[in-house]
């Protein structure tokens, strides 16, 4: 059995659409959870004509707004004992029909030694009406998952992996703080030593549109973030507060992690606060580098003019 957790807020357009998609699965055994966040279009409306014709569609309505990561972590908070595996679905995307076939089999190969484990994918990008965007897709098939790397980015997108339940109950609970419920229980993941496992092809269409949480991140150039940077503090008030999230993590997992990636965090978390030329310095000397070095460029701008 498969436990499918979905936010909805104001999908009403989309929703539709990814809901045909999952009911369209090769495999039948799975469970939709759906947590309204206070919709104030027909989101729930559609919901509910497609649980009239499905019992695997189940919906809560929130009784507050919680913005997507703590309404997903409502979810999983409420349905953690649901299923052996877990998989997060956002509410305006396509799931191909071997979505959950192709991810649940890679799950099966290396669960059986190792006591957490997360299968990832990738994705192709459509637009709001569902055109498929021929863009170089980045390469998320990160071949050294560890804390070092997973500091500067989070290459797993949320509505592209499976957990398995031992994982997702020691990710539990997701602080305030974090930026969203994929980073957190990637952190969590990569501390306990987890099996991560990439699929190399697509598994469904992830839309790019104005209005959804992360959609516009590949079109941010060097030169548009630049640009932004001068105007606004928004990308350095962003860097904050994921390094509050940071902090946070060690609080959750103080009772296991490792004293090196305990020490790895706190010194990353103290430089980059700090900001300055000494924290370039301690980032360069200790191999903190993203992908590409015009991103590593990027970064080190925003550490300097903290």
Known sequence: MIAILMSTYNGAKYIREQLQSIVDQTIVEWKLYIRDDCSTDETTDIIREFMAKDDRIMLTIGSRNLRSCQSFHVLSAEHVDAAPYFMYCDQD????????????????????SHQYCLVYSTQKLVDGDGCELHRPYPDYSRKNFDIKHILLENPVYGCTMMVNQALLKKSMPIANSAENHDYWIVLNAISLGAAISYIDKALMYYRQHESN???????????????RLIKSDK??????????????????????????NKILIQDYVNHTNKGGIRSILYLWKNSFRKEKLIQTLYF???ILLK
């Open 213 to 227: 949480v992360s959609g516009n991140v590949h079109r941010s150039s060097f030169f548009g973030r630049m640009n």
């Open 93 to 112: 995307d396509i799931w191909f029909p071997n979505k959950i076939d192709e991810t649940l089999k890679q799950m099966l190969k290396i669960e059986g």
């Open 235 to 260: 990308d350095l008030q962003y860097f904050t507060q994921r390094n509050i999230m940071f902090s946070d993590f060690l609080i959750h997992s103080k009772d296991w992690i490792s004293k090196q």
């Open 300 to 302: 080190y701008t925003l």
